[in-house]
């Protein structure tokens, strides 16, 4: 599976973002997507997760702020967040987790990755 992630920039604290993330190849594998973050210095950070079924889960630092949802007709993905901070600032990376099978049984279980997309926030 790849993923195409965009809607990323540059926002004023308070403000709002609609990022997306777009999947392509084996989208019928996918069962859970989420997003990640990775702010200077630090490690990478869950943000937010969805299953297929529309199940949610979220960062503490962003429950009220940040919606996850993903269109499965289409195979994407979005984080939509509001009221946004200057510690919000950090790449964000969206992923894919999914189950296929080989031709000769075997499974095989994956997480995919997008390429990133910089979210600024100034305060």
């Known amino acids: 599976v790849q993923l195409q992630a965009s809607g990323g920039g540059l926002v004023q604290s308070g403000g709002s973002l609609r990022l997306s993330c777009a999947a392509s190849?084996?989208?019928?594998?996918?069962?859970?997507m989420g997003w990640h973050r990775q702010a200077p210095g630090k490690q990478r950070e869950l943000v937010a997760t969805?299953?297929?079924?529309?199940?949610?889960n979220y960062a503490n630092s962003v429950k009220g702020r940040f919606t996850i949802s993903r269109d499965n007709a289409k195979n994407t993905e979005y984080l939509q967040m509001n009221n946004l901070e200057p510690e919000d600032t950090a790449v964000y990376y969206c992923?894919?987790?999914?189950?296929?099978?080989?031709?000769?049984?075997?499974?095989?279980?994956?997480?995919?990755w997008g390429q990133g997309t910089l979210v600024t926030v100034s305060s």
């Open positions: 190849g084996r989208v019928r594998s996918i069962t859970d």
């Open positions: 969805i299953t297929r079924n529309g199940d949610t």
């Open positions: 992923n894919a987790d999914g189950l296929y099978y080989n031709d000769d049984g075997s499974p095989v279980v994956y997480r995919s």
